[in-house]
């Protein structure tokens, strides 16, 4: 396999602190399978952008012989985690472990340009933190109400001036009287006879950009015979910068959220975020290192479940209608951290096909990436958006009158994507649709 010249500059290389195992590295046969699934190497189509040429490096970067430079960092940052790569490979590689170790690896030991940490500084010092993204709703209602996001977007001026930023506005949701408002009890009581107490995380972007996700989904367990307990004190449950390698600040906010679940009796906590469910689901490994929290992590994590996992699980109490008069033609949007990190796939099939009137069809390479992948559009715009653009065409080819998506991030993405193509198809989460079918309601 050829080297870039550049990986014969020198610099360092991987630390003692959990590097990238080389038993998991050696279970790569390099047989090739990952590569039809891999988002960045279908898009880029370079060998060290699939999984096995970015397993190549980690071996190379362990053994001492390739450094951990720029040409190298290249190759793992253009990674989305989405993890297609793990569902696919008949080794049973677990390349999920390899490049999140990778990831803290490179953040600690690569120094980085000033503008590339400049943005990641911006981007880790404002998402994970919802109470000061909450301040920032302001300045953005006023940006798109008085029409200076039409005229930024129609003059191109933040492309011009970082594309980052450019690909960060762009998905910007539409901002409401409603994103100021919502403010839900700590303790909402079952409906009818109680079945069980549950923990319900908000999420960061959830919460203020999709806050009727969270409001149908309370909605949607209290009337399945669920008390649902809302700890005030709960933060970001620290998958953005987990997944980006951002070590100390991904165990901060574990903890945090440990802590504010604590003393709290519930029989499990309910998450309705793709990508949070996973990180949550993998809080004992984060802080396997954590004498205090290493148990508190492994309880914790044994208690969550994606919302739709939960409701397939125990069944569903209350009554579902029809949400329209006639048959309503469904596809669903597989989330990356859905579908391949938490392995839940048929139970949203089947609560929604519970609806009367439904047809669920299914698209084209489902299992592969829209390009959202938590940051990633915004850190490598270019790759996202072609992924973007093939995954809202897929969805379009399916003929369905409304896209079912499961993840703040993927609705965000696709809802882009489709634009740019002069598309207007709804988006709903399927809790938003299962909410609507209890209260009776047409869309």
Not at 7 to 28: A, M, R, S, W
Not at 239 to 256: D, I, M, V
Not at 320 to 329: A, E, H, N, R
Not at 359 to 375: F, N, P, Y
Request: aromatic share 6%; proline share 6%.
């Amino acid at each position: 396999m050829e080297v870039s010249e550049s990986f014969l500059d020198k610099n360092v290389g991987f630390d003692g602190n959990h590097p990238p195992e080389p038993k998991l590295i050696d279970t790569c046969v390099h047989c090739g399978f990952c590569l039809s699934t891999c988002p960045s190497y279908r898009v880029l189509g370079k060998e060290m952008d699939s999984p096995r040429g970015r397993i190549y490096l980690m071996d190379g970067i362990n053994q001492g012989e390739i450094p951990l430079n720029a040409a190298t960092t290249q190759h793992f940052d253009s990674c989305l985690g989405c993890l297609a790569c793990v569902t696919t490979c008949p080794s049973g590689v677990q390349y999920d472990k390899l490049i999140s170790a990778t990831r803290h690896q490179v953040e600690r030991n690569y120094p980085r340009s000033l503008p590339e940490r400049l943005f990641r500084k911006l981007i880790f010092s404002l998402f994970p933190y919802p109470n000061i993204m909450r301040i920032l709703l302001i300045p953005l209602f006023v940006y798109q109400k008085v029409g200076l996001q039409k005229l930024v977007r129609s003059i191109g001026f933040l492309k011009w001036l970082s594309p980052r930023l450019a690909a960060m506005e762009s998905i910007l949701p539409e901002i409401t009287l409603k994103s100021f408002q919502s403010h839900l009890p700590s303790v909402i009581p079952a409906r009818g006879e109680k079945r069980y107490r549950i923990g319900m995380i908000l999420g960061c972007v959830q919460r203020l950009f999709f806050s009727p996700v969270n409001e149908a989904t309370v909605r949607v367990l209290t009337a399945n015979g669920c008390e649902v307990v809302i700890p005030k004190s709960q933060g970001c449950c620290a998958a953005l910068p987990e997944h980006q390698g951002q070590t100390e600040q991904a165990k901060a906010l574990a903890r945090q959220m440990i802590d504010s679940f604590a003393d709290t009796g519930v029989d499990f906590i309910i998450i309705n975020a793709a990508g949070c469910g996973h990180t949550l689901k993998e809080y004992g490994h984060i802080l396997e290192d954590d004498l205090e929290y290493r148990e508190k992590a492994k309880e914790f994590a044994a208690k969550v479940r994606d919302v739709q996992e939960f409701l397939a699980s125990v069944g569903l109490s209350a009554k579902l209608s029809p949400l329209t008069d006639k048959p309503l033609t469904l596809v669903y949007q597989d989330a990356c951290h859905l579908l391949h990190g938490q392995k839940i796939s048929v139970q949203p099939r089947q609560l929604l096909r519970q609806i009367p009137g439904v047809k669920l069809r299914e698209t084209l390479d489902a299992a592969i990436c829209c390009g959202s992948a938590g940051v990633y559009n915004m850190l490598q715009p270019e790759v996202a958006e072609e992924l973007g653009r093939q995954k809202a065409q897929n969805l379009l080819n399916t003929g369905a009158e409304l896209i079912a998506s499961a993840n703040p991030g993927c609705t965000l993405q696709i809802r882009k994507a489709l634009q740019s193509q002069g598309k207007d198809i709804a988006i709903a989460h399927p809790i938003e649709l299962l909410d609507y079918s209890i209260r009776g309601l047409k869309l």
